[in-house]
């Protein structure tokens, strides 16, 4: 008889020995099957454990370090590999570098693993279920529901990544043969939303219970997922054939995930389920907030210090993210709506953050700001020295440059005032997973890919118009549109895990991920002025290396099309603080297979291409 609980049996696609200890003993971190199966206490906290499938949203927020959205300045970490374009195979678990304490959460490196765990256990509770007799039906339906909605999460997840995965519906035995396929990218995404079908008839709309998965959680995630097979990764009229590493080309796809889309939006629209929070921090500083779709909500009891990392240093933080010059520049002037290098667009560069989109300030501490910490405020003055050599800038102050940051910007978005930022203390912080804001964007692209400009321009500028934001409304057709489309998912939707995938599902990565990573150096004069030069942090093309620092003497210049116009945007002389580059290759438009399964499976799990 096997234990299940803290201990579980392998996943099929782990194929990692088992002893032969699955015993009907019961030690405190354990339970054998026929316990849980004849429990229904104990069956509800064994599908209680499967919201452990959706990735820590903290460390899941390190992916925006691949993009163009941030810089991660701590070594160590997988993050790293992956943008300078090593990675590979054998370098796709999180304990290669990031230590064997990573394994334990559903990270973006381990989803691999653990998806495919936790699949196991709940085909078996899917299997089992109809077994326990000392329950309710409610009870029932709703563990079944959300089974079943975590089963089409995590495989959602691992398409996503990998494009087709291998579809697991039984629960292996250790006698069974172990030899499984990929199933090809269309059959994963169907049976994705056969699992969620099934748990929106089971479960209700939104459970009273915060954070809990309810029948409006599908639909979102639907809306997700039906975006992600639509879109020209995985269906491309270009390379029509379906396979296992992309989907067959078909129009249609649009129409569903616009069917998929309108299903929650209506929910809000007619509804009145939802609606978009009156400020833009709203979504994760207050925990009722009307936007919310579904969210992790940490407290003092289980924060995970979810501030820690990416709380500046200032605050007691580890400053482990941040903001990018490429980001700043994407958020358009308040009075215009257009970016700071548009011609007319009102933006001065002696004063380089004034009069920005609100969400801007929300989002990135800049030179010059201050923010509020338990009633004390700190000012984020970064200023770097006159530069004695070309190229080379010094921070000024008691603190020496790892003890600040490097692109000269902070994350303040996820900060919330009262809470602690320690290493000993938990606070209570929000972070959405499903959120109106994604919904309105996802109708939006669906709408502009079939033609109906009209119903784009009018979801973009629902979000534009949130009551704390007012931006200019959109009046753009045909591409410059959809310009305006991939800007507001990148500043609406910065630093929740969606930059690294958008920039794939449109195949435009190859060239947002080949752009060093810039900061801005923020220079003070001995009379007291200023001026501002964009800095390196991780670049392309070193020049020389000294010491451990990579110095660059020549301009950096990058030629940028939107709306219609190309603009070359000079980065100017600087140096880079690490000596590592930043790289992209068109493999990692998809994820590899860890080595380590392949070749467990005897070659029967066939690799992503050039891998």
């Given at each position: 008889m096997?234990?299940?609980?803290?201990?579980?049996?392998?996943?099929?696609?782990?194929?990692c020995?088992?002893?032969?200890?699955?015993?009907?003993?019961?030690?405190l971190?354990t339970?054998?099957?026929?316990?849980?199966?004849?429990n229904?206490s104990?069956?509800e906290?064994?599908?209680?454990?499967?919201?452990?499938?959706?990735?820590?949203?903290?460390?899941?927020?390190?992916?925006?370090?691949?993009?163009?959205?941030?810089?991660?300045?701590?070594?160590?970490?997988?993050?790293?590999?992956?943008?300078?374009?090593?990675?590979?195979?054998?370098?796709?678990?999180?304990g290669?570098?990031g230590?064997?304490?990573?394994?334990?959460?559903?990270?973006?490196?381990?989803?691999?693993?653990?998806?495919?765990?936790?699949?196991?256990s709940?085909?078996?509770?899917?299997?089992?279920?109809?077994?326990?007799?000392?329950?309710?039906?409610?009870?029932r339906?709703?563990?079944?529901?959300?089974?079943?909605?975590?089963?089409?999460?995590?495989?959602?997840?691992?398409i996503?990544?990998?494009?087709?995965?291998?579809?697991?519906?039984?629960?292996?035995?250790?006698?069974?043969?172990?030899?499984?396929?990929?199933?090809?990218?269309?059959?994963?995404?169907?049976?994705?939303?056969?699992?969620?079908?099934?748990?929106?008839?089971?479960?209700?709309?939104?459970?009273?219970?915060?954070?809990?998965?309810?029948?409006?959680?599908?639909?979102?995630?639907?809306?997700?997922?039906?975006?992600?097979?639509?879109?020209?990764?995985?269906n491309?009229?270009?390379?029509?054939?379906?396979?296992?590493f992309?989907?067959?080309?078909?129009?249609?796809?649009?129409?569903?995930?616009?069917?998929?889309?309108?299903?929650?939006v209506?929910r809000?629209?007619?509804?009145?389920?939802y609606?978009?929070d009156?400020?833009?921090?709203?979504?994760?500083?207050?925990?009722?907030s009307?936007?919310?779709?579904?969210?992790?909500?940490?407290?003092?009891?289980?924060?995970?210090?979810?501030?820690?990392?990416?709380?500046?240093?200032?605050?007691?933080?580890?400053?482990?993210?941040?903001?990018?010059?490429?980001l700043?520049l994407?958020?358009?002037?308040?009075?215009?709506?257009?970016?700071?290098f548009?011609?007319?667009?009102?933006?001065?560069?002696?004063?380089?953050?004034?009069?920005?989109?609100?969400?801007?300030y929300?989002?990135?501490l800049?030179?010059?700001?201050?923010?509020?910490?338990?009633?004390?405020?700190?000012?984020?003055?970064?200023?770097?020295?006159?530069?004695?050599?070309?190229?080379?800038?010094?921070?000024?102050?008691?603190?020496?440059?790892?003890?600040?940051?490097?692109?000269?910007?902070?994350?303040r978005?996820?900060?919330?005032?009262?809470?602690?930022?320690?290493?000993?203390?938990?606070?209570?912080?929000?972070?959405?997973?499903?959120?109106?804001?994604?919904?309105?964007?996802?109708y939006?692209?669906?709408?502009?890919?079939?033609?109906?400009?009209?119903?784009?321009r009018?979801?973009?500028?629902?979000?534009?118009?949130?009551?704390?934001?007012?931006?200019?409304?959109?009046?753009?057709?045909?591409?410059?549109?959809?310009?305006?489309?991939?800007?507001?998912?990148?500043?609406?939707?910065?630093?929740?895990?969606?930059?690294?995938?958008?920039?794939?599902?449109?195949?435009?990565?190859?060239?947002?991920?080949?752009?060093?990573?810039?900061?801005?150096?923020?220079?003070?004069f001995?009379?007291?002025s200023?001026?501002?030069?964009?800095?390196?942090?991780?670049?392309?093309?070193?020049?020389?290396?000294?010491?451990?620092?990579?110095?660059?003497?020549?301009?950096?210049?990058?030629?940028?099309?939107?709306?219609?116009?190309?603009?070359?945007?000079?980065?100017?002389?600087?140096?880079?603080?690490?000596?590592?580059?930043?790289?992209?290759?068109?493999?990692?438009?998809?994820?590899?297979?860890?080595?380590?399964?392949?070749?467990?499976?005897?070659?029967?799990?066939?690799?992503?291409?050039?891998?």
């Amino acid at each position: 008889m096997k234990q299940i609980g803290l201990i579980v049996a392998s996943a099929v696609l782990l194929l990692c020995s088992c002893s032969d200890d699955f015993l009907s003993k019961k030690p405190l971190t354990t339970f054998s099957e026929e316990d849980v199966f004849s429990n229904a206490s104990l069956l509800e906290s064994y599908v209680n454990s499967f919201y452990t499938v959706v990735p820590d949203p903290l460390t899941e927020g390190n992916i925006a370090s691949i993009t163009d959205e941030s810089y991660f300045r701590y070594g160590g970490n997988s993050t790293n590999y992956i943008e300078r374009g090593q990675i590979d195979p054998s370098r796709f678990m999180y304990g290669y570098e990031g230590g064997s304490a990573h394994n334990i959460r559903t990270t973006f490196l381990n989803i691999w693993n653990r998806a495919y765990t936790l699949i196991r256990s709940m085909n078996e509770v899917l299997s089992r279920i109809d077994e326990v007799t000392n329950i309710t039906e409610e009870k029932r339906n709703q563990l079944k529901g959300e089974t079943y909605f975590f089963r089409a999460w995590a495989y959602g997840n691992l398409i996503e990544r990998f494009g087709g995965v291998p579809l697991i519906t039984k629960v292996y035995q250790l006698q069974d043969s172990m030899g499984v396929k990929r199933n090809t990218f269309d059959d994963c995404v169907d049976f994705v939303l056969n699992d969620l079908h099934q748990a929106e008839a089971l479960l209700p709309d939104k459970p009273s219970e915060q954070g809990r998965v309810g029948k409006d959680v599908c639909l979102a995630f639907e809306s997700r997922i039906t975006l992600i097979a639509a879109s020209k990764l995985f269906n491309d009229s270009d390379d029509p054939e379906g396979s296992v590493f992309k989907g067959q080309y078909s129009k249609d796809k649009w129409t569903r995930a616009l069917n998929a889309a309108k299903a929650i939006v209506d929910r809000a629209d007619i509804g009145g389920a939802y609606s978009l929070d009156d400020t833009y921090d709203g979504y994760w500083t207050d925990r009722n907030s009307p936007e919310v779709i579904w969210a992790k909500y940490f407290s003092t009891t289980a924060g995970d210090k979810a501030q820690l990392l990416y709380s500046p240093t200032f605050f007691n933080g580890w400053t482990a993210c941040e903001p990018s010059e490429a980001l700043m520049l994407d958020y358009e002037m308040k009075n215009t709506g257009l970016k700071p290098f548009e011609d007319g667009s009102g933006w001065d560069p002696n004063h380089p953050w004034q009069g920005r989109d609100p969400r801007f300030y929300k989002t990135i501490l800049y030179g010059d700001s201050s923010c509020v910490f338990r009633d004390s405020v700190f000012n984020n003055h970064l200023y770097y020295d006159q530069p004695g050599t070309k190229g080379k800038y010094l921070k000024k102050g008691i603190m020496n440059w790892n003890q600040t940051q490097d692109t000269g910007y902070g994350l303040r978005k996820w900060h919330v005032d009262a809470n602690p930022i320690s290493e000993t203390e938990n606070g209570t912080i929000m972070f959405p997973w499903l959120r109106l804001a994604e919904m309105y964007l996802n109708y939006a692209e669906c709408a502009y890919m079939l033609g109906d400009e009209a119903t784009c321009r009018e979801y973009i500028n629902k979000v534009r118009s949130r009551a704390d934001v007012q931006m200019p409304p959109v009046t753009d057709t045909g591409s410059s549109l959809f310009d305006r489309l991939v800007n507001e998912r990148r500043v609406e939707l910065a630093f929740e895990p969606f930059r690294y995938f958008d920039l794939r599902r449109w195949k435009i990565a190859d060239f947002y991920e080949s752009i060093p990573i810039m900061g801005c150096a923020v220079i003070e004069f001995p009379d007291g002025s200023k001026q501002y030069r964009t800095a390196v942090v991780k670049g392309t093309n070193p020049k020389e290396n000294v010491g451990s620092n990579w110095v660059y003497s020549s301009k950096w210049i990058y030629t940028y099309s939107y709306r219609g116009k190309s603009y070359d945007i000079d980065y100017g002389y600087c140096q880079s603080m690490q000596g590592t580059q930043k790289a992209f290759s068109n493999k990692m438009y998809l994820c590899p297979i860890p080595q380590i399964e392949v070749d467990k499976s005897g070659g029967s799990l066939v690799q992503n291409p050039d891998y």
